[in-house]
């Protein structure tokens, strides 16, 4: 990982859980999400920072997939939480 980029990540990082935040939950500690849009490359991909039970726990959205679930059952998409997170840097 380069340097701007490993700075990037420590930034986004450092607003916790995107998720946790818009459910009013306070600051979670977070792990670094990628958003993998058409076979993108991973190093390629935006990111938001989800606290490890909503990136890979079982309500997270490796857990729930791509197919809805996760947005059905939080009421919001990961584009969305992009958005929101790219707005708090």
Known sequence: ???EQ???YDKIARLGCILCLHLGLG???PEIH???RNASKRDNSPVIPLCREHHRGD???HALGKKGKFEARYGIDEQTLL???LKLL
Do not use: P
């Open 6 to 8: 490993k700075q990037h």
């Open 1 to 3: 990982m380069k340097k």
């Open 83 to 85: 958005d929101q997170t």
């Open 27 to 29: 600051t979670t500690q």
């Open 34 to 36: 990628h958003i993998r």
């Open 59 to 61: 309500t997270g959205v």
